[in-house]
């Protein structure tokens, strides 16, 4: 059994977007459709969608008439995503812990918990600085995370999944600082199956306000689901927190 990297490879896996989001695109464009209504940005605003993917919500937010630069480590999803670019869309491989673009767009997204990752709290502070850093002032920042208790409270151990006579086997588990998740792949075009862990980071709301203040983002209101409902620390599917950037 082939056991690779954690998520670059991961993420560049056609098995990736196969398990993850073939499913909820519904859900997606509706949670998109109802976070512009609330925000009401004005036509041709810019916009920055952080881990992009294949661009699916920059697509979206582009054909409601706002600027939208997509970025994602990925180098296969955003090859796909370019085939998409227009006037005012455009795609970039670009890692978020790396500046990109100083004070520039009116608002940064990272939708879907595409955050967590990484190996060390600096390299996450230094996503959080990435996203600060390119919002002009006064810009928002609407992070969309999981919510830690919730998860803990809920989490399936065991799970199987077909998809297109693919099978994927899930094995989910957590410790005091990540939740993991155990992936392994069969597929008859597999010489072997392949096998992936995820590994995503228990960040609290407290956790956030924290790292956001530290790059001058206070949060200004807080939602628990994709209707929009009020953040309660053990219901609440969802963390969705949208932050000013507010400079002193």
Known sequence: MTVTTWFKDWFNSPYYYQLYFKRDEAEAAAFINKLIDHLKPQPGT?????ACGKGR????????????????????????????ESENLEFFVHDMRLPFRINYFDYAFNFFTSFGYFRTRREHDN???????????????????????????????????????????????????????KIVVEDDHLEEPLEYTEKVAKF????FTEMFAYQDLQIQEVFG?????????????RL???AKKVVK
Do not use: C
């Open 46 to 50: 810019e916009m920055l969608d952080v």
């Open 127 to 181: 996503a959080i600085r990435t996203i600060a850093q390119s919002l002009k002032p006064d810009g928002f920042f609407v992070m969309d995370y999981l919510n830690v208790h919730y998860a803990e409270d809920h989490l399936v151990h065991k799970s199987e999944k077909q998809i297109d006579d693919v099978n994927y086997y899930i094995t989910k588990w957590f410790d005091e600082t990540h939740f993991y998740k």
């Open 225 to 237: 689901d994709y209707q929009f409902n009020d953040y309660d620390v053990k219901k609440s599917p």
């Open 204 to 207: 609290t709301l407290g956790d």
């Open 57 to 84: 919500h920059s697509i979206q937010l582009a054909d409601k008439g706002f600027k939208v630069t997509g970025i994602d480590l990925s180098e296969d999803s955003i090859r796909e995503a370019k085939e998409s």
């Open 240 to 242: 969705i927190m949208i």
